[in-house]
């Protein structure tokens, strides 16, 4: 038993951050990690009870069922998992799905990426479906929505946003202060849009909706034009 | 026989979460089913008052879960329909009395024997809303015509996709066709149009449910009640009967004949 114990511990380190709990699992398993983790928080309940947990996956890809079997067994020894941070673009997607963090307090290193002009890697991230409200998806690239935005989503990228549908929740482009994003949509009738640090409310929704971009204009403000061919 | 499991949930509250629940088993008894409710609001029970069963309560949901009794001890046969049930949950816990794999088992120890179990789910999106889809099958969305409400389904929907627990059914509850006729509520297609599920029922706004619900009698057996047949035709849905929907604006009598001609003009 006491093996098994110094087995878990070595493979899920925990310690304490200002917002609670990191577990960081090791290179091992998905089954062998969380089986470890929940091994150390059935041996010491006391310590865990109550307790904001945020998880450490490192490259991990882990897929919904994964996520949601683990924050289950948590929530059954009252331990709430609130974050996951990754550096598998999937799993940092699976977690956002979920509605979890993905960044804690203390950024990662990368993420501190000094922002250039504008964002030299064309990284995009596909969302093929509809974002729902209280759905907030981050992406330090640009985002492609095919599907709505509803109401009370939110999307934030370091590059531009492309939707293939209605935008009627926030959609934040250049989110680390690029002023050349651009936003665009078939029907862009956002309650509100952001591109770097400017804002617009202005938005109402169209009768006849058509395609529209958003940009910041010559004189720095936010605004949203029909888009011709040509 | 295997139960197929439905849970009925909203996000938001006061939408009509238990009245739906109690109005769709008393209806699926109606038609011969064997049906067991069980009320997942511990701490806010109330799914017992509106079926009119609550001084029959000895045993609930927790004192199966914590061993007290056996689940038969728990199940209220209904005062109407002998092959109805509901297991009541405790009024003197909180959500954190069940958990989700509890939920689990005791719909497995029901499916042998029973044809539909339906679980009325508490609002929100929190532990004991997460208990109540934990087993379901099939989850049904009741939502009224209302932005917030909508907004709150919109949020569910999402958290079951991402859940992988399929595809939800919509029910449109408390839709008033004469606001919206007049342009001040939304209309099924604007609710549709936004949460782009599959639509299971319109309820129509209907008095008789508010008098129903306080007599712990559920207005689908009321054979007058519109409220009611909408009910009974989602019953017919949820069994898999292709039923045309409701046409809601055929209405008759004076009031109505007044209405469409103010409309008209």
Known sequence: MNDFMEQAASLVQIKGIRDGLLATFSGASWEEQWNALVTQIDERPSFFQGARLAIDVGTQALKVNDLVELRDLLSERNVALWAVVSESPLTEQTAQLLGLATRISKPRPEERRQFTETITEDTALFVNKTVRSGTRIEFPGHIVVVGDINPGAEIVAEGNVIVWGRVRGMVHAGSKGDRSAYICALDLSANQLRIADEVSAMLKPQKDPQPEIASINDEGHLQAELWRLG | ?265
């Open chain 2, 1 to 265: 026989m295997t139960a197929q499991v439905i849970t009925v949930t909203s996000g938001k509250g006061g939408v009509g979460k238990t009245t739906a629940v109690a109005n769709l088993a008393a209806a699926l008894a109606m038609d011969g089913r064997k049906v067991v409710c069980i009320d997942g609001d511990i701490g806010l029970r109330n799914l017992d008052v509106v079926m009119g069963l609550e001084n029959r309560i000895v045993y609930d949901i927790v004192d199966v879960i914590e061993g007290r009794c056996k689940l038969r001890q728990a199940m209220i046969r209904d005062k109407h329909y002998p092959e109805m049930y509901l297991i009541p949950a405790a009024q003197t816990r909180d959500k954190n009395a069940v958990s989700p794999s509890d939920m689990i088992r005791i719909c497995n120890d029901l499916r042998p024997d029973t044809d539909f179990v339906v679980i009325d789910s508490p609002a929100g999106i929190e532990r004991g809303f997460r208990n109540a889809i934990a087993a379901a099958d099939r989850v049904l969305i009741v939502t009224n015509p209302e932005v917030s409400a909508v907004r709150d389904a919109d949020r569910v929907v999402g958290i079951l996709e991402a859940e992988e627990k399929g595809n939800p059914s919509l029910i449109i509850n408390r839709l008033n066709p004469t606001l919206v006729r007049n342009n001040d509520m939304l209309s099924a297609e604007d609710v549709l149009d936004l949460l782009g599920i599959q639509l299971i029922g319109v309820v129509p706004e209907d008095e008789s449910v508010i008098i129903g619900s306080n007599r712990g009698a559920p207005v689908v057996t009321d054979p007058k009640s519109r409220a009611g047949q909408a009910f009974r035709n989602i019953a017919k849905r949820v069994q898999g009967q292709d039923i045309p929907f409701m046409d809601l604006d055929q209405e008759n009598g004076l009031w109505s004949a007044i209405q469409r001609l103010k409309g008209r003009k």
